[in-house]
């Protein structure tokens, strides 16, 4: 079964549930059976590199709150996270485009190490005190942490068009399947599940999908010969030229 999430690093609902998500799948008896594909989302696509702001100005302004609203979400926010074993700064955080992030995030699934870059950038964004927006060496820093290479990962963030379409095709997709916010998973594209549900939800959704997987038919293959664990059939007809081969000197 395979599990898609759409998420973005400047998510904090996406950060904490990933570590619900998490919780539930450990649990689950089929847990080896899941395979779990992570695709980007930008709450602020088309955000300039250089545009950042304090986490709280920017809520002020895009939900038109009090700043003292804007803390107590915050606030709240760091509870959520605390009780998931998460860290996260309730104070001094900024915002910005996470675009270059999401092209390293391509990289690093290449490299097979998306899922510990990840967890870096959420961490860089909501434990660290150093900023992860418009600093191209923290995120060499980060990356570099998480196992890739330092000099490709330059590489990619000087170059603005890597992975740029396998971004957009992932937003396309999560858009093509109606999401509009994250976190969004989707179980086996039969299910979908929005936001930072609880554990219990999750495993009540993993129980489902898994439940309800349609059972692969096979086609009658004619007897057709296959290679297995005790190795390859020879043909019937390549046994008939063996069998009368001339040997040298015959």
Known sequence: MRVEIWSDIACPWCYVGKARFEKALAAFPHRDGVEVVHR???????????????????????????????????????????????DYRTRDRDHGSTFD??????????????????????????????????????LVDLAAGAG????????????????????RA???????????GVPFFVLDRAYGVSGAQPAEVFTRALTQAWGERTPLKLVD???????????????????????????PGA
């Open 170 to 180: 992932d937003e396309r997709e999560a858009a093509q399947l109606g999401a509009t």
């Open 221 to 247: 293959d004619g007897g057709a010969e296959a290679c297995g664990p005790d190795g390859c059939a020879v043909p019937q007809k390549l046994r008939v030229r063996v069998k009368h081969q001339v040997r």
């Open 148 to 167: 890739l290479d330092a000099d490709e990962v330059r590489s990619v963030l000087a170059d603005p068009d890597a992975y740029a379409d396998d971004v």
């Open 40 to 86: 980007s989302f930008e709450l602020d696509p088309g955000r300039a590199k250089d545009d950042v702001q304090p986490v709280l100005t920017m809520l002020t302004a895009k939900y038109g709150m009090s700043e003292a609203q804007a803390q107590a979400g915050e606030d709240n926010l760091g509870a959520q996270a605390a009780a998931e074993g998460l």
């Open 101 to 138: 992030m999401h092209r390293l995030l391509h990289l690093a699934k290449e490299r097979g190490r998306h899922e510990a870059l990840l967890d870096a950038f959420y961490r860089g964004n909501f434990a660290d005190e150093r900023s992860v927006f418009n600093d191209d060496e923290r």
